[in-house]
Nanobody, 122 residues
Framework: QVQLVESGGGPVQAGGSLRLSCTASTRTFANYAMGWFRQAPGKEREFVAAISWNGGSIYYAASVKGRFTISRHNAKNTVYLQMNSLKPEDTAVYYC???????????????WGQGTQVTVSS
């Protein structure tokens, strides 16, 4: 069982930045691909970014490419999501997830965190 805990969310003005962190409670963190997803009020959960176990493969949703950066530090069991140039439409609960492969499909992820709220005001 892998427990994931997100942090770093909060309120921010449009154009600002936040860095989300997700720390895993497992000694085998380096075995997992990691993904970030988000869910806005009244909407389906959607893919944001994913990174393979060694960072060799990275994927972004078109809506965040060029503004968000996913990275990981395996020795710290942590994956990050640096979010720049934030827009009101980025407002959502952000979830991290762990799975066997870096993919856009949430069905491929086995473990999920509880989420952290990001609120971007205009």
């Amino acid at each position: 069982q892998v427990q994931l805990v997100e942090s770093g969310g909060g309120p921010v003005q449009a154009g600002g930045s936040l860095r989300l962190s997700c720390t895993a409670s497992t000694r085998t963190f380096a075995n997992y691909a990691m993904g970030w997803f988000r869910q806005a009020p009244g909407k389906e959960r959607e893919f944001v970014a994913a990174i393979s176990w060694n960072g060799g493969s990275i994927y972004y949703a078109a809506s965040v490419k060029g503004r968000f950066t996913i990275s990981r530090h395996n020795a710290k069991n942590t994956v990050y999501l640096q979010m720049n140039s934030l827009k009101p439409e980025d407002t959502a609960v952000y979830y991290c997830a762990a799975g066997a492969q870096a993919t856009m499909s949430e069905e491929e992820y086995d473990y999920w965190g509880q989420g952290t709220q990001v609120t971007v005001s205009s």
